[in-house]
C-alpha cells in the first residue's frame, strides 16, 4: 500500500496562474482533508470531504477549491495564486470510525512558491 | 484564545535521557482526541499516539506514552531512551467532537527537539 500520495511534490508559481494538487490514496478512506503548514506554525485546515462528491470548508478555505470524483482522490486547486498562498501543503485521509481513533494519515506535502 | 498550546518552542536533550513534551489543550466539548504527530526534517507528518478524552488509561505506544491530566487539560509527550532518530518537530493536535465525523484537527505551533550525542 502506498498510503497517501500527493502531487507534485513541488511547485512555483507566478502570481496569477492556476494549479491543481492531486491528493490519492489507497485505504478506502471515507474521508479527505486539505491542510497547509506555513512557518511557526502547525497545519491549517483548508477544506475536507465526507465522501465522493462531498465537500465543506475548512479554517482558511478563501482562495481555494476543491473536488471529490472518486472516493480516492481529492483536489485542491487554486485558481488565482497569490504570494499569501506560498505553503506547504498536505493531504490526510481517515476511516469514518466513531468512538474510537480516527486517525488521520497524511501525505508527503507538496511545497508550492507563488513569485 | 488557541486551542492548542506547546509552549517549548524548542529542546535539547542528551541521547537516552527521556524527553517530555509539553501540550495543553482548550475546549468545552466532552468528547474530543488528542494526537501526537512527528515531523522529521524530511517533512512528512508521522502519527505517533492517541489519546481519547474518556480513556481511562494513558496511551503508549512502544517508547512513546502520553501523559494525560484531563482536569488540567494537559496531554504531554513521553519519549523514553531518546534517540539520535527522534530529532524532529513534534506536534500535538486534537478534534473536538466523539470523532466519526470528519471533524479536521487543531494543531499546536510545533515544538523543534534536537537529541545530541
Known amino acids: 500500500n502506498a498510503g497517501v500520495t500527493q502531487t507534485p511534490k513541488f511547485r512555483v508559481l507566478k502570481t496569477g496562474q492556476s494549479m491543481t494538487l492531486l491528493c490519492a490514496q489507497d485505504?478506502?478512506?471515507?474521508?479527505m482533508y486539505w491542510y497547509r503548514q506555513d512557518p511557526g506554525m502547525g497545519l491549517r485546515l483548508i477544506h475536507y470531504s465526507v465522501g465522493e462528491g462531498t465537500t465543506a470548508k475548512g479554517e482558511v478555505p478563501d482562495g481555494y477549491n476543491v473536488s471529490r470524483l472518486k472516493k480516492q482522490n481529492f483536489l485542491l486547486g487554486l485558481e488565482s495564486a497569490a504570494p499569501s498562498q506560498t505553503s506547504v501543503y498536505f493531504c490526510a485521509s481517515s476511516y469514518k470510525h466513531r468512538g474510537s481513533t480516527d486517525t488521520q494519515y497524511f501525505g508527503p506535502g507538496t511545497r508550492l512558491t507563488v513569485l | 484564545a488557541q486551542k492548542i498550546t506547546q509552549t517549548q518552542p524548542g529542546m535539547f536533550v542528551q541521547e537516552k535521557e527521556a524527553v517530555t513534551l509539553d501540550c495543553t489543550y482548550d475546549?468545552?466539548?466532552?468528547?474530543?482526541?488528542l494526537f501526537w504527530y512527528k515531523q522529521p526534517s524530511s517533512g512528512e507528518m508521522i502519527f505517533l499516539i492517541y489519546?481519547?478524552?474518556?480513556?481511562?488509561q494513558n496511551a503508549t505506544e512502544g517508547r512513546y506514552s502520553l501523559n494525560f491530566q484531563k482536569a488540567r487539560k494537559s496531554a504531554n509527550l513521553v519519549i523514553s531512551a531518546s534517540q539520535l532518530g527522534d530529532s524532529a518537530m513534534y506536534f500535538c493536535?486534537?478534534?473536538?467532537?466523539?470523532?466519526?465525523?470528519?471533524?479536521?484537527?487543531?494543531f499546536g505551533k510545533g515544538t523543534h527537539l534536537i537529541i545530541q550525542p
Open positions: 485505504m478506502n478512506h471515507e474521508y
Open positions: 493536535a486534537m478534534r473536538e467532537g466523539p470523532g466519526g465525523g470528519a471533524d479536521g484537527l487543531t
Open positions: 489519546q481519547g478524552s474518556y480513556d481511562q
Open positions: 475546549t468545552s466539548d466532552p468528547s474530543y482526541g
